[in-house]
């Protein structure tokens, strides 16, 4: 499939670049380089567990996957990039501001503004939805019991896995490192319908009122979404079908089924909650956030 992928972008890309390709209809150029987008992006689903996994106990399951998903979610803004260049390119748009408008322009920065009502209440719905999960995952740090299992339960299962670096130190404070990163959904979620996502507060030390670069919340919204979204959307179903009994679900170490379930339901709701509402936030703040072209006067 790779080798697949590589040959077909090599073979149409070019097309988008050359005066030769607008003999190739626009409409088939187009859809060629989104559809190998969106297959890079399915190559690529898991990164950021990835990467987690890096940050916390620098070790992946297999570390020929990290890199080919790595290389796919390059290989996604890449062919994301071409084909917003073709579309601006071929319908005479601005690929700034993606208008049609003279050529004497320059761009400014939209003011700061908060998300439309509907796009915060899915953002506060999407950080609503992690607060089960970061309660499970604090308990078990702390040694608590939470579905029949214990803290103690769960720490000889990290120790079994060799896991190094930060994990075992954090644990060793009652800190949940999935629970922390929980909580950094949380907070980019929020930053991105609020104005202090768009300019720096004034309890950000020497960054205080500067404007944050529209990508440095983008980019981890917008792997988190595409990681966590697909795999709730695709957990959460199952789950609910496991529960009413229509397909068949394994206790795996937990006591009891029902045990299991709870877990389960506390993952998949903060998947799939978290997930969708930190798509439609990214998306919202996109929009919000693009820079608006303005006629220059001529000299």
Known sequence: MVVAVAVVAGAVVPATLRPW??????????????????????AAFGLLMQLASVLISQQVDSWASAGNQVLAAVGVVLL???????????????????EKHGARTSWVR????PAPRAVRVAAYVGCAAFLPYIAMKTTWALGGTFAGVTGADMTPGAEQHDAGGLWPVLESVGIDPTALLAALGIFLILGLVRPWGQVF???????????????????????????LAPYGLVGLPYVA???????????????????MLVVAWCGMVAFCGHGVALAIAARSYFLRTRPRCVPTPAP
């Open 201 to 227: 507060p004034r309890w950000t030390p020497f960054l205080a009122g500067r404007p944050v670069p529209r990508w440095l919340p983008l980019a981890p919204a917008l792997l988190g979404a595409a990681s």
């Open 21 to 42: 390709g607008r003999r190739v209809p626009r409409v088939f150029l187009l859809s060629v380089v989104w559809g190998l987008a969106v297959v890079c992006a399915a």
């Open 110 to 113: 939209p003011e700061p503004s």
């Open 80 to 98: 994301v990039g071409t084909a917003r260049a073709h579309q601006h390119a071929t319908s005479g748009t601005c690929p700034r501001c993606g």
């Open 241 to 259: 079908l496991g529960t009413l009994g229509v397909v068949p679900i394994d206790r795996g170490d937990f006591q009891t089924l029902e045990d």
